[in-house]
């Protein structure tokens, strides 16, 4: 009975603390706009292929959700960074380089994905490769 109770009373409160967000917002707020960077302390990949980046100095962890192949290339002690107002993510290692879109916009519905195309992302070229890196690349 009091199992019963409280499965109603978590899905009461469930529907009335959810601030109806459109996927679209929640994107662009979560994952668009902010600006991440550190050092990265641990990978954690989720169920449906969100991968968590922690960063050390920061304490904070980064939301990705992008193919798990992303994870094979993300180690501890690599730095990262999230460019803000864009889909550019970046690990460097080293010499070099890994460039990576922050959201992979081809598991969207077509309206969001058509709404977020707007939204800076790296030369398709670029990405999902390890490169020398030059200081110069990075800022495009």
């Keep these: 009975m009091k199992r019963t109770i409280l499965i109603y009373f978590s899905f009461i409160v469930f529907c009335f603390s959810c601030d109806n967000r459109t996927a679209l917002e929640i994107y662009k707020e979560e994952l668009i706009?902010?600006?991440f960077e550190g050092i990265v302390d641990s990978t954690e990949l989720?169920?449906?292929g969100g991968l968590v980046?922690?960063?050390?100095e920061k304490k904070e962890t980064v939301g990705i959700t992008n193919d798990n192949s992303i994870l094979?290339?993300?180690k501890k002690g690599d730095f990262f960074k999230?460019?803000?107002n864009s889909n550019k993510c970046y690990i460097k290692r080293g010499d070099s380089i890994f460039y990576f879109d922050c959201v992979s916009l081809k598991r969207l519905d077509e309206k969001t994905k058509d709404s977020l195309r707007e939204v800076k992302q790296w030369d398709r070229n670029k990405i999902n490769h390890w490169v020398m890196y030059r200081?110069?690349?990075v800022n495009r």
């Design 33 to 35: 706009i902010p600006e």
């Design 53 to 56: 980046v922690s960063l050390k």
């Design 46 to 48: 989720w169920k449906g």
């Design 82 to 84: 999230k460019l803000p």
């Design 135 to 137: 200081i110069s690349d």
């Design 72 to 74: 094979k290339e993300i």
